[in-house]
């Protein structure tokens, strides 16, 4: 008897490395998973922010891209071009839920006109300067999460507020 108790008790412990390996693979398996949310997270956020939906620029709708706040002004950069908007140009920025009807009316050369779902968030920063004696503009779409640091950053260096539609503190 001492045999079998002896065979069944190395059963025993066969079965139990056997158990032991399943939660082990089972964390293999979340870590991983963790791990590629987490690389697929922050490929994510290394997205461009900013997507060009209307101006007067040489850009195709849609091209999405940087804003970069330099010292003389905004440069908005995306794949297929970018445009440079000194600060001593600009004369209006809007953050709002679509393009204001103060541009709108504007007789502008549009090469991409914004059309553009109406939304209760802004949206839609808009950026007219004046380049070569004729009115330029740039609308990109921005999540309003991205958009508020750059909001006092742009004011802190053109010396020009942003009209904006609903309060930073809502942000």
Request: proline fraction near 5%; hydrophobic fraction near 40%.
């Given at each position: 008897?001492?045999?079998?108790?002896?065979?069944?008790?190395?059963?025993?412990?066969?079965?139990?490395?056997?158990?032991?390996?399943?939660?082990?693979a089972g964390s293999f398996l979340a870590l991983l998973f963790l791990t590629s949310f987490a690389?697929?997270?922050?490929?994510?956020?290394?997205?461009?922010?900013?997507?060009?939906?209307?101006?007067?620029?040489?850009?195709?709708?849609?091209?999405?891209?940087?804003?970069?706040?330099?010292?003389?002004?905004?440069?908005?950069?995306?794949p297929l071009g970018s445009v440079q908007m000194p600060f001593a140009a600009i004369t209006l920025?809007?953050?709002?839920?679509?393009?204001?009807?103060?541009?709108?009316?504007?007789?502008?050369?549009?090469?991409?006109?914004?059309?553009?779902?109406?939304?209760?968030?802004?949206?839609?920063?808009?950026?007219?300067?004046?380049?070569q004696g004729t009115v330029h503009a740039v609308v990109l779409r921005v999540e309003s999460q991205?958009?508020?640091?750059?909001?006092?950053?742009?004011?802190?260096?053109?010396?020009?507020?942003?009209?904006?539609?609903?309060?930073?503190?809502?942000?």
């Amino acid at each position: 008897m001492r045999r079998q108790d002896h065979c069944f008790g190395s059963h025993m412990r066969i079965r139990s490395r056997n158990r032991n390996h399943i939660p082990m693979a089972g964390s293999f398996l979340a870590l991983l998973f963790l791990t590629s949310f987490a690389f697929a997270k922050r490929k994510s956020s290394d997205t461009a922010p900013f997507q060009y939906v209307g101006g007067t620029e040489n850009l195709p709708r849609g091209c999405a891209g940087k804003l970069e706040v330099i010292k003389d002004g905004l440069n908005f950069t995306c794949p297929l071009g970018s445009v440079q908007m000194p600060f001593a140009a600009i004369t209006l920025m809007q953050y709002r839920p679509d393009v204001s009807r103060q541009v709108m009316k504007m007789n502008l050369a549009w090469k991409v006109e914004p059309r553009l779902p109406k939304t209760k968030d802004n949206l839609y920063l808009t950026v007219l300067y004046n380049a070569q004696g004729t009115v330029h503009a740039v609308v990109l779409r921005v999540e309003s999460q991205t958009m508020s640091p750059y909001l006092a950053e742009i004011e802190l260096q053109s010396g020009k507020s942003v009209q904006v539609y609903r309060s930073y503190e809502e942000f």
